[in-house]
T-cell receptor, first 114, second 111 residues
Framework: GAGVSQTPSNKVTEKGKYVELRCDPISGHTALYWYRQSLGQGPEFLIYFQGTGAADDSGLPNDRFFAVRPEGSVSTLKIQRTERGDSAVYLC????????????FGPGTRLTVL | QKEVEQDPGPLSVPEGAIVSLNCTYSNSAFQYFMWYRQYSRKGPELLMYTYSSGNKEDGRFTAQVDKSSKYISLFIRDSQPSDSATYLCAISRGSNYKLTFGKGTLLTVNP
């Protein structure tokens, strides 16, 4: 079946602009995660949804970052007033509700803030 | 102290070699242990997971967990050039919980 998809694959924006990044999880997966990966680093957790609600948003770096999952499937990560330090690859993962914590990742969105 | 430590390498081996990749973690609350493979400009791909001490084997790959030492390993037998990638260890406190990743080890297998 289809894996996790993310759009756009690349996004270049200017400092101060607003961006939205989209994630389509694997069908039937109730858990959805967002991570951020900087060059030469492992992914770092941002936020986790179980269904429609954010179960853990402790990784969001500040209030410029926000994410939604209104129907419990597709999720959008929103970044306001982007800064150059926001440049990274934003990864989305999904996982079935039950069983071990197997998270399946999408290809990521490479965000560049000029 | 970081929750999980992983030597970033890089590690370069000849084709056919046995590769050993390792991570240490600091908190005994972690229960699930995973290895991901990440090719350049791709998302991480789940290779193996385990939630108990001991070994788990899948083809040429063996994952090993020693909870008493807080040490996890991934062994690759008969390494192939197609194994060249970054290998990330990841740990979790349980189901439906965030993953904490190591920095990743860049592996190159030379033909």
């Amino acid at each position: 079946g289809a894996g996790v998809s993310q759009t756009p694959s690349n996004k270049v924006t200017e400092k101060g602009k607003y961006v939205e990044l989209r994630c389509d999880p694997i069908s039937g997966h109730t858990a959805l995660y967002w991570y951020r990966q900087s060059l030469g680093q492992g992914p770092e957790f941002l936020i986790y949804f179980q269904g429609t609600g954010a179960a853990d948003d402790s990784g969001l770096p500040n209030d410029r970052f926000f994410a939604v999952r209104p129907e419990g499937s597709v999720s959008t990560l929103k970044i306001q007033r982007t800064e150059r330090g926001d440049s990274a690859v934003y990864l989305c993962a999904s996982s079935p509700r039950d069983g071990p914590n197997e998270q399946f990742f999408g290809p990521g969105t490479r965000l560049t803030v000029l | 102290q970081k929750e999980v430590e992983q030597d970033p390498g890089p590690l370069s081996v000849p084709e056919g070699a046995i590769v050993s990749l390792n991570c240490t973690y600091s908190n005994s609350a972690f229960q699930y242990f995973m290895w991901y493979r990440q090719y350049s400009r791709k998302g991480p791909e789940l290779l193996m997971y385990t939630y108990s001490s001991g070994n788990k084997e899948d083809g040429r790959f063996t994952a090993q967990v020693d909870k008493s030492s807080k040490y996890i390993s991934l062994f690759i037998r008969d390494s192939q050039p197609s194994d060249s990638a970054t290998y990330l260890c990841a740990i979790s406190r349980g189901s439906n919980y965030k993953l904490t990743f190591g920095k990743g080890t860049l592996l190159t297998v030379n033909p």
